[in-house]
C-alpha cells in the first residue's frame, strides 16, 4: 500500500511539474521580480485554504506552539531548530550537486559530518568554524533548471507554495536519505513541521495584524522569500518607487 | 593620460564622500530612533508625536504613497483625492511603525555596509535583541537636502513590494478606486 501511494504521489508530481513546464512561456525569468500579478488562477480556492488553515491554527497548532515557546528556554529552542535543519543537508547536498554547485554540495555534507558527530546536529559547529549554512531544495533547483513557478497554491495545514515547489517537497519526501531511513518518520514531519510553524510565529502575528489582506500579504512574502534564494543580487533588484519632490 | 587618473579619483572620492555621508546619516538617525523605542516615559500621545517627527523628517512619504498606486491610478485621481490618500497613508505608516516599535524590545542596529545602484543607496544593518537578530536593508535616496527612506525590507521582505502587492488587490477589486482604497486603509 504504502509503495503504491509512493508511485501515485510521484506520478502527481511529475504531472505538476509537466503543467509547470507548459506554463514557462508566461513567466521565462527564474525568480521572475513581477509581485504584482502573480499567477494565481485558483484564487477562491487558496483562500478558503488559507482560512482553514488559519482556524486549524487558532484551535490547535497556535496554542502547542505558544505553550511550547513559552515553556521551552531560548538554547532548547535554538537546538530544535538546528537538529531539524541539520536533518536537511543531506538533500540540500543531492540538491547542489544537481544544481553543478559541488563546492557548496561538499561544504552541506561536511556540516551534515560534523554537526551530527558533535552534537547530534542541536549545535551548528560547523558555522562557528566557517562552514556557513547554505540553503536551497529541490523548488530551487528546478527553477535553476528552467522550470517556471507554476500556478500559487495553499497547502492544507501546510501552507503558501507553487507546484513547482510543492512538487519539489513531495519528492523530497520521498528521497530523503535521512527521514527514509528512519522508522516512524511521520511523527519526525509533525515535530519539523511544529518547529517551522514555531520559527515564524512572530511574524505570523505581524501578519494577523498589519494586513488589509493576509492572504497577498502571505503570498508575497512567499515569492520575495524563494527569489531571495534564487536571485544573487535580489535586494539590489527589487522593485522601487518612482521618486516624487516633495 | 594623468587627466584620466585625476577624473577617476575625483569620481571614487565622491562616490566615497557620500557613502561616508549616508552611513553617518544613519548612524545619527537609527541612534535617534532607537532612543524614540527605548523611552517610555512620556504619555502615549507625545511618544506617537516623536514617531510622527521622525518618520516625516526621514521617509520619502510622497514617493512610498504614489509608488504604491502607480501612475494610472495617479492620472486619473483628482488633487482632492491624492491629497486625502497621501494624507491617510502618512498616517497609517505612522501608525505601522509606532505599532511595530512598540512590540520591539529595546536592542540594537549595527551599520553594516552600504551599497549605491541607480542613485539609490542600499544600507546594510542588523537589528538585534536578546534574543534575536535579523538582516535589515534600507534604501535611501539623496534629495539634496537629505537623505530619505523609500524602502525597508527586513530580512528578504520589502515594505514597498509588499503593500503594494495588498494595494494593487484592493485597487483591482474595486475598479482602480482610490476612495475604496482610503476606506480599506482606515480600516486597518
Same mark, same amino acid.
Given at each position: 500500500?504504502?509503495?503504491?501511494?509512493?508511485?501515485?504521489?510521484?506520478?502527481?508530481?511529475?504531472?505538476?511539474?509537466?503543467?509547470?513546464?507548459?506554463?514557462?512561456?508566461?513567466?521565462?525569468? @527564474?525568480?521572475? #521580480?513581477?509581485?504584482?500579478? #502573480?499567477?494565481?488562477?485558483?484564487?477562491?480556492?487558496?483562500?478558503?485554504?488559507?482560512?482553514?488553515?488559519?482556524?486549524?491554527?487558532?484551535?490547535?497548532?497556535?496554542?502547542?506552539?505558544?505553550?511550547?515557546?513559552?515553556?521551552?528556554?531560548?538554547?532548547?529552542?535554538?537546538?530544535?531548530?538546528?537538529?531539524?535543519?541539520?536533518?536537511?543537508?543531506?538533500?540540500?547536498?543531492?540538491?547542489? #550537486?544537481?544544481? +553543478?554547485?559541488?563546492?557548496?554540495?561538499?561544504?552541506?555534507?561536511?556540516?551534515?559530518?560534523?554537526?551530527?558527530?558533535?552534537?547530534? +546536529?542541536?549545535?551548528?559547529?560547523?558555522? %562557528? #568554524?566557517?562552514?556557513?549554512?547554505?540553503?536551497?531544495?529541490?523548488?530551487?533547483?528546478?527553477?535553476? +533548471?528552467?522550470?517556471?513557478?507554476?500556478?500559487?497554491?495553499?497547502?492544507?495545514?501546510?501552507?503558501?507554495?507553487?507546484? %513547482?515547489?510543492?512538487?519539489?517537497?513531495?519528492?523530497?519526501?520521498?528521497?530523503?536519505?535521512?527521514?527514509?531511513?528512519?522508522?516512524?518518520?511521520?511523527?519526525?514531519?509533525?515535530?519539523?513541521?511544529?518547529?517551522? %510553524?514555531?520559527?515564524?510565529?512572530?511574524?505570523?502575528?505581524?501578519?494577523?495584524?498589519?494586513?488589509?489582506?493576509?492572504?497577498?500579504?502571505?503570498?508575497?512574502?512567499?515569492?520575495?522569500? %524563494?527569489?531571495?534564494?534564487?536571485?544573487?543580487?535580489?535586494?539590489?533588484?527589487?522593485?522601487?518607487?518612482? @521618486?516624487?519632490?516633495? | 593620460?594623468?587627466?584620466?587618473?585625476?577624473?577617476?579619483?575625483?569620481?571614487? *572620492?565622491?562616490?566615497?564622500?557620500?557613502?561616508?555621508?549616508?552611513? !553617518?546619516?544613519?548612524?545619527?538617525?537609527? =541612534?535617534?530612533?532607537? !532612543?524614540?523605542?527605548?523611552?517610555?516615559?512620556?504619555?502615549?500621545?507625545? =511618544?506617537?508625536?516623536?514617531?510622527?517627527?521622525?518618520?516625516?523628517?526621514?521617509?520619502?512619504?510622497? *514617493?512610498?504613497?504614489?509608488?504604491?498606486?502607480?501612475? *494610472?491610478?495617479? =492620472?486619473?485621481?483628482? !488633487?482632492?483625492?491624492?491629497?486625502?490618500?497621501?494624507?491617510?497613508?502618512?498616517?497609517?505608516?505612522?501608525?505601522?511603525?509606532?505599532?511595530?516599535?512598540?512590540?520591539?524590545?529595546?536592542?540594537?542596529?549595527?551599520?553594516?555596509?552600504?551599497?549605491?545602484?541607480?542613485?539609490?543607496?542600499?544600507?546594510?544593518?542588523?537589528?538585534?535583541?536578546?534574543?534575536?537578530?535579523?538582516?535589515?536593508?534600507?534604501?535611501?535616496?539623496?534629495?539634496?537636502?537629505?537623505?530619505?527612506?523609500?524602502?525597508?525590507?527586513?530580512?528578504?521582505?520589502?515594505?514597498?513590494?509588499?503593500?503594494?502587492?495588498?494595494? =494593487?488587490?484592493?485597487?483591482?477589486?474595486?475598479?482602480? *478606486?482610490?476612495?475604496?482604497?482610503?476606506?480599506?486603509?482606515?480600516?486597518?
Amino acid at each position: 500500500m504504502k509503495k503504491h501511494l509512493k508511485v501515485i504521489l510521484l506520478i502527481i508530481s511529475v504531472s505538476f511539474l509537466q503543467i509547470s513546464l507548459s506554463h514557462s512561456n508566461e513567466d521565462t525569468s @527564474i525568480s521572475s #521580480i513581477s509581485y504584482d500579478e #502573480i499567477y494565481d488562477p485558483i484564487e477562491p480556492i487558496n483562500r478558503a485554504v488559507l482560512n482553514f488553515n488559519f482556524f486549524i491554527d487558532d484551535i490547535a497548532i497556535r496554542p502547542i506552539v505558544k505553550t511550547y515557546k513559552f515553556i521551552a528556554p531560548e538554547p532548547v529552542e535554538k537546538g530544535v531548530s538546528n537538529f531539524f535543519s541539520n536533518l536537511k543537508e543531506p538533500i540540500r547536498t543531492v540538491s547542489f #550537486i544537481l544544481q +553543478g554547485e559541488f563546492f557548496k554540495s561538499f561544504n552541506s555534507i561536511g556540516r551534515f559530518s560534523i554537526n551530527t558527530l558533535t552534537s547530534l +546536529g542541536t549545535f551548528d559547529l560547523a558555522s %562557528r #568554524i566557517g562552514m556557513e549554512k547554505n540553503e536551497t531544495d529541490l523548488g530551487i533547483t528546478l527553477a535553476k +533548471g528552467g522550470v517556471s513557478s507554476g500556478p500559487y497554491i495553499v497547502i492544507p495545514i501546510i501552507g503558501p507554495s507553487n507546484l %513547482r515547489d510543492f512538487s519539489g517537497d513531495v519528492v523530497e519526501y520521498f528521497v530523503d536519505p535521512i527521514s527514509n531511513n528512519i522508522p516512524n518518520r511521520e511523527y519526525l514531519a509533525v515535530g519539523n513541521g511544529l518547529n517551522e %510553524r514555531a520559527e515564524v510565529d512572530e511574524q505570523l502575528e505581524k501578519v494577523r495584524e498589519a494586513s488589509s489582506d493576509r492572504y497577498e500579504m502571505i503570498k508575497s512574502i512567499y515569492y520575495q522569500n %524563494r527569489n531571495a534564494q534564487l536571485e544573487e543580487e535580489y535586494i539590489q533588484n527589487l522593485p522601487v518607487p518612482k @521618486i516624487y519632490i516633495e | 593620460m594623468k587627466k584620466i587618473i585625476i577624473i577617476f579619483c575625483l569620481i571614487f *572620492s565622491f562616490s566615497t564622500l557620500n557613502a561616508s555621508e549616508v552611513s !553617518e546619516w544613519f548612524e545619527k538617525e537609527s =541612534n535617534l530612533f532607537l !532612543e524614540i523605542i527605548s523611552n517610555k516615559e512620556g504619555t502615549e500621545s507625545e =511618544n506617537y508625536e516623536k514617531y510622527k517627527l521622525f518618520v516625516s523628517k526621514n521617509f520619502a512619504i510622497k *514617493s512610498i504613497a504614489y509608488g504604491l498606486i502607480g501612475e *494610472s491610478i495617479i =492620472n486619473k485621481s483628482s !488633487e482632492d483625492e491624492l491629497s486625502l490618500y497621501l494624507n491617510v497613508f502618512t498616517d497609517y505608516l505612522i501608525k505601522t511603525i509606532y505599532k511595530l516599535a512598540n512590540s520591539t524590545s529595546s536592542g540594537s542596529i549595527i551599520f553594516k555596509d552600504v551599497d549605491i545602484k541607480d542613485n539609490i543607496y542600499i544600507i546594510k544593518s542588523e537589528i538585534s535583541d536578546k534574543k534575536s537578530s535579523a538582516n535589515l536593508y534600507w534604501k535611501v535616496i539623496d534629495t539634496g537636502k537629505s537623505f530619505k527612506i523609500i524602502d525597508v525590507i527586513v530580512e528578504n521582505t520589502s515594505y514597498f513590494v509588499t503593500k503594494k502587492s495588498e494595494f =494593487n488587490k484592493i485597487l483591482r477589486k474595486n475598479r482602480g *478606486s482610490l476612495k475604496a482604497l482610503v476606506n480599506e486603509i482606515q480600516k486597518i
